[in-house]
Every structure is written in C-alpha cells, then in structure tokens.
C-alpha cells in the first residue's frame, strides 16, 4: 500500500511500512571542512585558470568540453572522443593520439557524466562507458527506486531529493571514486564539472579553487555528487546541497586577488561570484541544479578565466618559454531541436509545450550566444597569441597556433539521419539504436569538420619540422 503524505513540508509517496515508521530522517552525503592546517592548490586567484594534471609533453595542450543533453550528448561526445582517439599524430618525436594529449575535459549535465567517466577510467571507456551506462535503462532503473520501499521511504525525508537518488545510481557507475582519488592516479586530464547556483544563477565550478572559497575539500568529494549536482534539471530534479564553511580556513582569502578584479568585466564578474560565498552565516548552504542552465556548452567559465587573468600568456605561466606549439579546444554542442514548432498554431501551449520551450527554447538562444562568443574570443587570443608567440619570455613558440573546434550534432554529415537525431529526447535512457547512430555521428562529425583537417595538417607541420631540426619540442 502507498500513501500520500505531508513530511517537513513535502509531499511524500511513502509505502506503508514507511508510515509505520514514520517519515524519514535520511541524511545524505555532506561534504566536511577542510581539516586544521591542510593544504589545498587553490591557484593564483579568482582568475586563475583550472590547471591541467602531470603533463605528458608542453608542446600541444588540448581541452575538450562536452555540453549538456543527457544520454544523447553522452552517445554523441563518445563518438567524437573515439575519433579523437583514433587520430594518431606524433609530438616531440613520439607517437601518439590527439586524445592522449587532452590536458583537461570539462562537462556539464549529461556531458559531465562522460567527463567524469573518461577522466575516470580512460580508454576503459571505450568498451565500459556503452554497457555501464548508455545500454542501461538507466531512467527506469531510478523510478524504479523512487517506486521501491527503501527508495521512498529515503526521500519522505526533507533532506533527501531526487537527485540524492540520482546520485546513488551513479555511485556504481562511477564505483565509488573521487576527486582525490583521481589526483592520486597521478594521469589522465584534469576534470572539471560545472553546475550552477540556484540562488544566484552563477556557475559552480568542482575545482579546487571553488571549493577553497568555501573551505571544504574537492578531494573528498564522490564524482557521483558532482555529476548529480551538474544534471539536476530543475522540476525534474531536486537540488543538490553542499554546505558553507567560507571564514573557517585561510585559502578562502587567496583567492581574492583585489587588483585583478579591476582588470575587465569578467575579472570583476568572477569577483562578485567568490564574494557571494564569503559569508557563511548569511548562506551556509548552497543549493545546486544543472549547469547547463548557467553555460549548457561548458566553455564559457574557461573562456571568462582566460580573460580575466588579463592575457593568454598569463594563462601559461607554469610554461617554460617557447615551449606550447599548438593549443586546442573542442567543444562539442549537442543541442537537441525544440518537439514542436509552437508558432505554427493559435491556440494556447500546454503546460508541457511551455515547459519544452523554456528549457530548449531559450536554452537554444543562451548557447548561441555563448557559441558566437567562442568564436569572438577565439579570434582575439588567436591575435593575441600572433602578436607575443616567440617573444621573451613567452610560453608560446614562434610557430604556436590556436585551434578552437567547434563539433555541433546539427552539423552531422548528410545521411546521417540527422533530422532525426535531433529530436532524439534529452533524457537519461534512449534506445541503443539511437546510441549507435550517435556515436557514429559524433566520429563522423569530427572527421568532416574544416577546423579539425586544418589542426592535422598543422599537426604534421609541426612533426616535420621538428624532425628535420631534430630537436625536441619538450626541452625548449
């Protein structure tokens, strides 16, 4: 038997062994304070950009970026990271992949979970990702929870919400890990998961540098509350909570770099942000949703980084001179199309074409905007880099070029189906149909793209060039 019932404020379906025992008090996982005296990497300030883990070689720096969508974007950025993988090219006189050269993979929403799944486990994630999570009925297997005696009675309690269920499923994806336990590997790319203040509407970035600002320890935190946290789409979704201990440690004060924040509006935008937290007594919790309602593409935090630290170069100071021939970003978009056409009726929405409209209508407007700025801002650092590679003292070699790639589903190659794939749902289960059509659109899509052929000739350059100087790119 289920019944309906009021808990702390909520509306609960409960079976009837949860109302015997009343409602829940189920408390999930809370991230700690930093303990006395511990040492935490929080950059060189608000502006700082995330920096990559153990580098392979300086010489080529790449970033991939893995936008919101669910199960689709998780299909089609897999199909984009084997292509990448099955690109070969040579570095410093070493053979190698262009995705083994991927200092840092950012994501958001759907694309956190592969993100996080490839920073996790790398190339497993070519044979583990599809059966671990694509090819689960991923969706039922959570309702089926909600529905089940344990799972609610957990969420009759009023601090324990859907995605704290959410979270759980993707415990098993991610067994167990993490922040700290990927920082112990010691390899693979830096993983940056992006969610966004319901309060403030503000990006909330796992980095270190966010966490010290609060005082806790991204170490500790499990990749499954992140991931969570990043998917939470609002009405759908309940919030995820961290709480507030800014005050309590000293890194909190690093990372107010007073003069920095005078520099430019994004400086003095990632300002306000770190300030919104400084006082614990006035939000000593903080709730959490998806974060791609803050930048569904996960481009826009690295870009308002590089910007506020006043000059690319600044953004490579840990370089040593001459040494970055080639930086690479890869953003891949894949926005769905809206259900329906709205526009062509006169009568009155429903509820449910509002609904549409609103979290892919104007999400649609937001990413474009956010694309046109990409590529805005891909022209000013390309400038920027022309002007100071080879100089004294620059990171950047007098060859150094930027690529900013830009991989879109709605620019899969005809007969792809791709009209098709375009309204597949933004959920977390789709058919294993639509995962096969994905993953090839995201290798094929790659494959055809202008900017991507022009990085590979570049590539070869740069590998020709170096043998015939017979010098080694990394020890310059």
Not at 290 to 307: E, K, P, S
Not at 460 to 466: I, K, N
Request: with cysteine; hydrophobic share 40%; charged share 20%.
């Amino acid at each position: 038997m289920r019944i309906t019932l009021e808990c702390g404020g909520r509306l609960a379906v409960v079976t009837a062994a949860a109302l015997i025992a009343g409602c829940s008090t189920t408390h999930p996982w809370l991230n700690a304070p930093l303990p006395p005296l511990a040492e935490t990497d929080v950059g060189s300030g608000i502006g700082s950009m995330p920096t990559a883990g153990p580098k392979k070689s300086p010489s080529v720096i790449t970033a991939v970026a893995l936008s919101g969508g669910g199960a689709r974007a998780a299909a089609f950025g897999l199909g984009v990271l084997e292509e990448m993988k099955a690109t070969r090219i040579e570095v410093d006189g070493r053979k190698t992949t262009l995705l083994d050269e991927v200092e840092l993979i950012s994501g958001v929403s759907g694309g956190s979970i592969l993100a996080s799944y490839y920073a996790a486990f790398g190339d497993e994630t070519f044979t583990r990702f599809e059966p671990d999570f694509l090819d689960t009925d991923f969706q039922s297997r959570l309702i089926g929870y909600a529905l089940a005696p344990v799972g609610s009675y957990r969420l009759s309690s009023p601090w324990y919400g859907r995605s704290n269920a959410l979270e759980d499923r993707l415990g098993s994806v991610f067994r167990g890990l993490t922040f700290g336990d990927l920082k112990a590997r010691g390899r693979g790319p830096r993983l940056l998961v992006t969610a966004t203040d319901l309060t403030t509407g503000a990006p909330f970035e796992f980095t270190p540098e966010q966490f010290a600002l609060i005082c806790s320890d991204l170490d500790s935190v499990p990749l499954s509350f992140a991931v969570a946290a990043s998917s939470s789409v609002p009405v759908l979704l309940s919030p995820m909570t961290l709480r507030n201990y800014a005050g309590s440690c000293p890194q909190s004060d690093k990372v107010y770099d007073e003069a920095m924040a005078d520099r430019n509006l994004a400086a003095r935008l990632l300002r306000m942000i770190a300030k919104s937290y400084h006082d614990s007594g006035e939000r000593p919790y903080l709730h959490l949703v998806d974060g791609g309602l803050a930048d569904n593409l996960g481009v826009r935090g690295l870009l308002d980084h590089v910007t506020a630290r006043g000059s690319l170069r600044d953004s490579f100071v840990q370089m040593a001179p001459g040494s970055v021939h080639r930086v690479v970003l890869v953003s891949v978009n894949s926005e769905r199309d809206l259900g329906e056409r709205l526009d062509d009726d006169a009568r009155v929405p429903n509820t449910g074409q509002v609904l549409d409209a609103l979290v892919f209508g104007a999400g649609s407007r937001a990413t474009a905007e956010t694309s046109a700025m990409v590529v805005d801002a891909a022209q000013r650092l390309a400038r920027e880099l022309a002007a100071d590679r080879g100089s004294a003292g620059s990171p950047f070699a007098a060859d150094a070029e930027l690529f900013v790639i830009g991989i879109r589903l709605r620019d899969a190659p005809d007969g792809m189906h791709r009209r098709e794939l375009l309204q597949v749902p933004t959920a977390l289960t789709i058919s294993p149909g639509q995962v096969h059509d994905l993953r090839e659109a995201g290798r094929r899509t790659l494959r055809a793209s202008p900017e991507f052929q022009d990085l590979l000739r570049s590539l070869t350059r740069l590998s020709s060039a170096s043998a015939a100087n017979g010098v080694d790119n990394s020890t310059r």
